[in-house]
C-alpha cells in the first residue's frame, strides 16, 4: 500500500531528523563555533523538536482514542430506534408466525432489549448516516465472497501438490483506517480468507500470517482496506496535519543541506 | 479479579453480539410451547450473554449495564411470578397451579388459559435462572472478593 | 436424498475423529482448547443434517444456533482462564 511506503518515508524522515537534532546539540556544545551557526543549529532543533514529538504526540492519542472505542453518543434515541428495529427484523426472521400475539410479544421484547443495551450495538457511527453505512456493508458481501472462493481455490492447489510450496511469512503494517469497527471489519475479513490469519492488533499495528508470496500480494495491493473504508466512510479526505508535517520536513532538510 | 480484555476484536465483536444474544434467549422463552427451549434454556442463554459482557469488559462497564442490586431484585421476581400464579389459582377456588381457573380472569376459553399460564411461569424461571447464573459465576471466578470501587476504598 | 445426507454425515464424523487426536495427544492446554473448537464447527453441520434427516430442519437450526453461541463462549472463557497464571 501506498500508505505502507509513505509511513516508512516519514520513519526514514524522522530518523534523520533525529541525527540532525543529536548533531545540532553537538554543535551547541563544542565551544568553537560561529554565532551564525549556532543560530542555525538552534533554528533546525526547535523545528525539529516540535516536528517529532508533537507528531507522534498525535498518532499516539489518536490510537488511544480508537482503542477505548465507544465515545459519547449525542442521540441516544437514535440509537434506540436503529437498535429496536434491526432487533425486531431478527425475531421475525427467527419466528415464523405472524399472528397478533406473537408479534405483540415481539414488539415489547425488541424494546426492552433495545432500552438496556442501546449504548452497545451503535456506539462508534458517525450520526444520521446509519442506513448508508448498512447499505454499503451488505453490498460489500458478494465481493467478499468472491475472494473468499479464489484464495480457496489457490490454497487448495498449494496444499495439494506433492512438494506444497508454502512459503510461510508474517506481515506487520498500519491501515488508514480511523475506528474500532473498521478494524475488526478488515481483521475478520482477512481472517476469513483463506491463506492469511489476523494474529494481533498492537498499539495500531496488524499483524498478519500470510501462507505465500502471492498471498501477501494480495493483502498489500489495498484493495480489501479501501473497500472497508469505502464502507464506513472513512480516509476519504486529505489529512492537513500530514501536508504541514511534510513541509516542515523539507524546508529543515533544504535549509541544512 | 477479573481484568477487561486487550484484544480490540474480542471487545467489538462481543459488544455487537449481546442484544442479538438476548434476543435469541428472549425467543427460545416466548416459543417454548412448539419449538425446543422453554424458561430454563432461555435463561442459561440470557446468563451466557451477561458472562460474555463480564469476561471482555470486566465488572465496572458490566455494573453500568446491570447493577448488583436489579440482580437480586430479578432473582426474586422470578419466584414471585412463579409462586404468584399458583396462589392466584388457589385465590380462583381451584387446586395450587391449575390454570385452567384462569380462563375467568383473562376472559378466555380454559385451553388458552392453560397455554398462558405456563408461559408467564416459564418467564418467571427464566428470570431466576439468569441471574442465578450471572451471580455463581461472578462470585466463583472473582475469588469472593467484592469488587473494589471508589465507595469501598478508604 | 437420505443417503446422499447420510454420507456426508458420516464423512464429517470421520473429520471429527481426525481432530480428536489432537484432544488426546496435544501436547499442552492451547492446543486441545482449539481442537474442541474445530470439533464443534463440525458438530454444528451435523445437526443440520440430522434435521434434514428427520425432516425437522426448523427445530435443529435453533439447536445449532445455541450451540454455536456456546462454544464461542465457552472457548473465550477457557482461554482466559488458562492464559493468565494469576487471576483471570
Redesign the interface.
Known sequence: MEVTLLIQATDDSFRILEDAKSRAKELLDSASILEDARKQAKGLLDCTVGVTSEARQMEKQKIQAIFKGAQETKSGFQNFIATFSLLFVFWMLLSGKFDLFHLAIGVICSATIAYLTHDLLFANVRIGETWVIVWRFIAYMPWLTSQIIQSNMHVALLALSPRMPVDPRILRFRTKLESDISWVTLANSITLTPGTITMDINAGEFFVHALDQRVADDLHAGEMEDRVAHIFMEADHIYIQDALDVARIYVALRKWG | ???S?E??????????L???????A???I??GHH???GGF?GGV?LG?SL??LL??YGPQETRR?ISEKSLIAFGSLGVIVYSGIGLICLFLLGNYLDYGKLSGLLRVVPSEARSLGILGVEIGVGFTVMAIMFSIFFDI???GKPPDDEKNNP | MSTFFLTIGFGLCAFVFCVLYRVVFGPGVFNRIAAISAIGTKTLIILLIMGFIYDRVEMFVDISMVYALLNFIGVLAAAKFLGLETDL
Open positions: 479479579m477479573i481484568r480484555s484484544d480490540i476484536i474480542v471487545r467489538t465483536v462481543s459488544r455487537i449481546v442484544p442479538f444474544i438476548q434476543l435469541f428472549l425467543y427460545v416466548a416459543h419449538s425446543p427451549g434454556q442463554i451466557a458472562v460474555l469476561i471482555t449495564h471466578s472473582s475469588g
